[in-house]
């Protein structure tokens, strides 16, 4: 018993020492939020200051700390809104009749093309964006949501592919075959069977993908206007030529991740796999 | 080679049961013990115990009459066989053998002549210079026990070795195993849940069930002389038909009547009865048994009018073919009673047909106890 | 109820050819058994059948009608996986019900409930409708997706090596429950195992495949008495029978091709010509043991394995290993000298080449 006390004492510090390192960032990060324009500078950094809303005021064009841009950081906020989600949905309708075919139809070239939507995630992003950047002007789709919805895409769809394959794979195959001759059509056996016993995956996925998108930078930057930049690119209006506005993009990084954080928790319970073993092993 | 002794053995994993509760029993030296029972019975835990990859809560486990309980494996110097043979592929067949000689540091000479004399007790003189690569199935199995028994380990361990085997070459494997066996006089212990591989290589068996030792004996004990209900039940294929009984003895006749229709009954005349089945049947004299016969032993005969010794009224449920013989399934008010005939047999589905079995061929127990009420 | 009459079906994956030209037919209310080892095409030429895949040449007939391209819904068929293929969100009510919902399938709500009664019941499962498959022991999920099956009236059962998941001995007391129900069932079935004992229990006719190909298509005591080719010798019998090449001599004598032994075959030599070459099968339970110096083969015993009331015993002649069934009483141990008497009508001979029988 001795022994396994001393264990869980190094387990247990161990689990500390790694959340502090996760947490310390994060933490720093929201004091920042809060803190007045000259207690972020302040050096050695303030641990005990007195905390104000001001910089989150004024992230949504209140209070007395102005904005360097004429947007609000809202209307980023709602680009980013815009663009993941219009992204993933367009993904999840292209990607996930592509991921059933890939889990479950015989077809010639089948992982050479599985290989190819996979090797869209290896190219660096940077190296395409010039000619895609004379692309888009051409096409008129520079500083357009389409256009960027659909460079999203790069990030999006293979993710969604690979993904869902697997979590299709994962359901016997078995299990179809029994509710179509249980007297199913294929499209209710797909509705009925296959999707419910996938949807841990499906939801996995696509929150996945939309944090991928969420974070973005290098499309928005390059192809997006005022218009429509996220928010990844708006906080880089806080940094003026002679000012940085420590402050405020403390305040808007922590209202730009908390959807993330929203999302990731409220899927953590279906990213438990296992669900489909019980009635075939 | 050494003897195995268990004595009072105990494991507790933390649970309110312990897993192996009190195990006894020796292992002669050259004997080949095989421990048996389904599966959580503890016969694993058991056989890890004597490995020293587990430790034991209570009890003494000796090697060779020298107490191990709490000796490494390499210490126990026990051999351990792998399902996969687990040679070295860019080793010769002689380089394996003589591997762990080498690691032991003994002379070149002493390697060479160790290695000789056991390739040629499994008979694999002529392949010492081969790669396992090559090798058959059963020549690789020769060679990984040769490299186990050259360094003479006290005792040979097997964790149901045949299990991934394909099963129509099995019996081969098996038959390679006892024949090993019987040319290197190892000590063996082997285990396994499957009963005609325990009965077809061991010299006796230990049967488990729920942590418990329910009987040792050699193959032919367990099939004739099952120690209780649970051995009666488990071993044998089909399973012994156990029907409740009520057990009289007077008039010169022993019956045995049903529980459920007391007017059906086994009968025997006492004349024909052993004394001493006679003595101990008379303890169990209006009280209830468990009245046993296996399949083998129960005979499908067309109904007799005059009803003989041991015999019933059945109806034919089905016949099953099964080449070599078949198996009957014949009721008897609601009880399914099965025997093995003939593979094909001169009646239909719903005939009646006598169920008999002569006394010598029945088993009694006791309900209370479970044990087998002998004579 | 229903006829099924499978046509020259062929099919083939990735250039691999699965099932080269299968044939056989399945009578109203007959049970058919397929047998063949791993990769013989079993579970392929099922599927055909169940139309959940398509042959690519040939004809599926059932009840007479074309239904080779048909979707498995419109076929009503039911089928019992071997890996259970239950529905693992459903409890086992709602799997017994799943199929009686479908939208083919018109069942009055009393008539639904009424027969997974009756099904649970006759499967003794009753006790455990509320639960959720991963909840029960193999065996009940065994029969959970029996009861699938059976709760319906298809025209056709199918079963595709529906026990061989379970241990020998839950295997064989399931076999023999599969075999009385049976009796009191009279649907067509289509069964498939790899298993002999299942295709001699249960089949009234058996289908032999290997490597795609029907080797046998005969009554169930048929295929064992008198087996078409050395594969289905093999097949059917444990331990499997024994096979030894050699050649029939001037004198209608059968010459082991070592030398070790001869079988004088005069009285079993019909289609046996002289310098013909041939493969020889022998059942271990069809010779018997002897005293050394008798019968055809005299070696030394190898290997003895007791098997309760018999024992099957192994003997070394020369390099080939031989395997007899004896009963227990024939007292023999490892390194004995013995000779074994071989019968010559439980002789089968089989053609070298093709390994057709003679």
Redesign the interface.
């Known amino acids: 018993m001795k022994e396994t006390k001393g264990k869980l004492l190094l387990v247990y510090l161990g689990m500390l020492l790694l959340g502090i390192y996760i947490l310390a960032p994060v933490t720093w990060i929201v004091m920042m939020s809060f803190k007045s324009k000259i207690d972020v500078i302040s050096v050695p950094p303030k641990f005990i200051f007195t905390p104000t809303f001001d910089n989150y005021l004024a992230l949504f064009g209140l209070g007395k700390v102005g904005l360097l841009t004429g947007t609000t950081f809202l209307s980023f906020f709602k680009n980013s809104l815009i663009l993941a989600l219009g992204s993933v949905l367009l993904s999840i309708v292209l990607g996930m009749p592509a991921a059933y075919a890939f889990a479950r139809l015989r077809f010639k070239a089948k992982e050479s093309l599985a290989f190819t939507f996979l090797s869209f995630r290896f190219v660096p992003e940077i190296t395409i964006i010039l000619p895609l950047y004379v692309i888009y002007q051409k096409l008129n789709l520079y500083n357009t949501y389409t256009g960027l919805i659909l460079v999203y895409q790069l990030i999006s769809l293979p993710f969604i592919i690979w993904m869902m394959r697997s979590y299709f794979e994962e359901i016997p195959v078995a299990i179809e075959q029994a509710a179509r001759t249980d007297g199913y059509s294929w499209g209710r056996t797909f509705f009925r069977m296959v999707l419910p016993l996938a949807a841990p995956g499906v939801a996995a996925s696509l929150v996945l993908a939309f944090i991928f998108c969420w974070n973005n930078f290098i499309f928005g930057l390059m192809l997006g206007g005022t218009n429509t930049q996220p928010v990844t690119v708006g906080l880089l209006s806080f940094m003026g030529t002679n000012e940085v506005q420590w402050g405020l993009m403390a305040a808007a990084t922590v209202i730009a991740v908390i959807p993330l954080m929203v999302l990731a928790l409220s899927v953590q319970r279906y990213m438990v796999r296992g669900l489909t073993l019980g009635a075939v092993k | 080679m050494a003897k195995v002794e268990l004595e009072n053995v105990h494991k507790n994993y933390g649970a309110k049961e312990d897993a192996v509760k009190g195990a006894t029993f020796t292992c002669e030296d050259g004997e080949f013990i095989v421990l048996l029972g389904p599966s959580g019975c503890g016969k694993t835990t058991t056989l890890r115990m004597i490995t020293g990859l587990e430790s034991i809560t209570s009890g003494t486990i000796r090697l060779g009459g020298r107490v191990v309980n709490n000796l490494t494996p390499q210490q126990r110097n026990v051999a351990m066989a792998f399902e996969t043979y687990a040679l070295y592929p860019p080793l010769t067949v002689y380089e394996n053998i003589a591997f762990p000689l080498q690691v032991m540091k003994r002379s070149k000479a002493e390697i060479d002549k160790r290695v000789h004399e056991v390739a040629a007790s499994l008979s694999i003189s002529d392949i010492l210079d081969k790669y396992p690569e090559g090798l058959a199935g059963g020549q690789k199995q020769r060679v990984s026990l040769a490299r186990a028994l050259v360094r003479e380990p006290t005792v040979f361990l097997m964790d149901e070795p045949l299990s991934h085997v394909d099963a129509?070459v099995r019996?081969?494997a098996?038959?390679?195993i006892?024949?090993i066996h019987?040319v290197s006089h190892a000590t063996m212990i082997y285990v396994t849940?499957?009963?005609?591989e325990a009965?077809?290589?061991?010299d006796r068996v230990v049967v488990m069930d729920l942590g418990v030792i329910q009987q040792i004996g050699t193959?032919?004990d367990l099939?004739y002389r099952p120690a209780n209900l649970f051995v009666a039940g488990f071993?044998?294929?089909?399973?012994m038909n156990l029907i409740p009984c009520n057990l009289t003895l007077d008039g010169g006749m022993l019956r045995a009547s049903w529980q459920s229709r007391p007017d059906l009954e086994w009968r025997y005349q006492t004349e024909n009865i052993p004394e001493t089945a006679l003595r101990a049947l008379q303890a169990h004299h209006n009280r209830p048994v468990v009245f046993g016969v296996r399949p083998?032993r129960l005979a499908l005969r067309a109904p007799d009018a005059a009803s003989s010794d041991g015999s019933l009224t059945g109806k034919l449920?089905?016949h099953?073919?099964?080449?070599?013989d078949g198996?009957a399934?014949a009721e008897v008010d609601g009880t399914?009673l099965?025997c093995i005939t003939a593979?094909?047999i001169p009646f239909q589905?719903g005939d009646l047909v006598s169920l008999s079995a002569a006394f010598e061929d029945v088993l009694f127990f006791d309900p209370d106890t479970t044990r087998r009420i002998e004579y | 109820m229903a006829t099924l009459e499978i046509d020259r079906i062929s099919k083939s994956f990735d250039s691999v050819q699965a099932l080269k030209n299968v044939s056989f037919d399945c009578k109203n209310g007959e049970f058919l058994v397929i047998v063949g080892p791993s990769g013989a095409g079993k579970t392929t030429t099922l599927n055909c059948i169940a139309g959940v895949e398509y042959p690519e040449m040939g004809t599926v007939y059932l009840d007479g009608q074309d239904v080779t391209m048909a979707p498995p819904q419109d076929r009503d068929v039911a089928m019992v996986f071997e890996t259970y293929a239950l529905y693992p969100q459903f409890s086992v009510r709602d799997n017994l019900i799943f199929p009686l919902r479908s939208p083919r399938s018109r069942h009055s709500e009393s008539d639904i409930q009424e027969r997974v009664q009756r099904v649970s019941e006759l499967l003794s499962i009753d006790m455990l409708l509320e639960r959720l498959p991963r909840q029960l022991s193999q065996g009940q999920r065994q029969r959970v997706s029996l009861g699938r099956a059976l709760v319906r009236d298809p025209k056709i059962f199918l079963f595709d090596e529906p026990i061989s998941h379970l241990d020998a001995k839950l295997r064989n007391s399931m076999r023999r429950e599969l075999k009385r129900m049976r009796a009191s069932l009279s649907q067509t079935t289509v069964y498939v195992t790899h298993d002999y004992l299942e295709a001699l229990s249960l089949g009234d006719r058996v289908v032999v495949l290997f490597q795609g190909e029907v080797l046998q298509f005969d009554q169930t005591q048929m295929v064992y008495n008198r087996p078409a080719a050395v594969e289905v010798g093999l097949l059917f019998g444990d331990p499997p029978m024994m096979f030894f090449q050699g050649k029939i001599d001037d004198q209608s004598h059968f010459v082991c091709e070592d030398e070790s032994f001869m079988i004088d075959a005069r009285d079993n030599a019909v289609g046996l010509a002289p310098g013909q070459e041939v493969i020889l099968g022998l059942r271990p339970t069809d010779v018997r043991l002897a005293p050394p110096g008798s019968g055809q083969v005299q070696g030394e015993i190898y290997s003895v394995q007791n098997q309760f009331d018999r024992e099957l015993v192994t003997l070394k002649a020369k390099e080939q290993l031989f395997d007899i069934v004896a009963p227990v009483s024939y007292a023999v141990t490892e390194g004995d000298k013995a000779g074994i008497i071989i019968p010559v009508e439980v002789c089968y001979f089989f053609d070298k080449t093709t390994h057709r029988a003679i």
């Open positions: 129509d019996y081969r098996r038959a390679e006892k024949h019987t849940h499957d009963q005609v009965v077809a290589l061991a193959p032919l099939y071993i044998g294929e089909p399973p083998q449920l089905v099953e073919f099964l080449g070599k198996i399934q399914v099965e593979p094909s589905a």
